[in-house]
């Protein structure tokens, strides 16, 4: 079935990296935009990063440019989410999330449906 699998969460110091990924199994990623949202202790949940179907376009919370990238390898099913200079504000759990086909990751990129169900995510936490 239509199923995401996050990974690659963890225990960081302030500063730190992480390289989350977002598996894809029972469809083919390759139609899909990902959204990567993340929902910090006592927060609603948000949107940090997408990138379209082809990876030709990418959007990023404000609180996260210059510090994550996220990047899609259709071939493997996967996408990532690099995440270097942590801080402790960025302590959540992270989730991805499949939108509908043809969605762009334009200016509206941190709303709109998303594609089956929420998965368990991967917690990140950073903190020394």
């Known amino acids: 079935q239509f199923q995401l699998v996050e990974s690659g969460g963890g225990l960081v110091q302030p500063g730190g990296s992480l390289r989350l990924s977002c598996a894809a199994s029972g469809f083919t990623l390759d139609y899909y935009a990902i959204t990567w949202f993340r929902q910090g202790p006592g927060k609603e949940r948000e949107g940090v990063s997408c990138?379209?179907?082809?990876?030709?376009?990418?959007n990023y919370a404000d609180s996260v440019k210059g510090r994550f990238t996220i990047s899609r390898d259709n071939a493997k099913k996967t996408v990532y989410l690099q995440m270097n200079s942590l801080k402790p504000e960025d302590t959540a759990v992270y989730y991805c999330a499949a939108r509908p086909p043809r969605y762009q990751c334009g200016a509206a990129w941190t709303t709109g449906p998303i594609i089956g169900s929420w998965g368990q995510g991967t917690q990140v936490t950073v903190s020394s």
């Open positions: 990138i379209s179907h082809s990876g030709g376009m990418t």
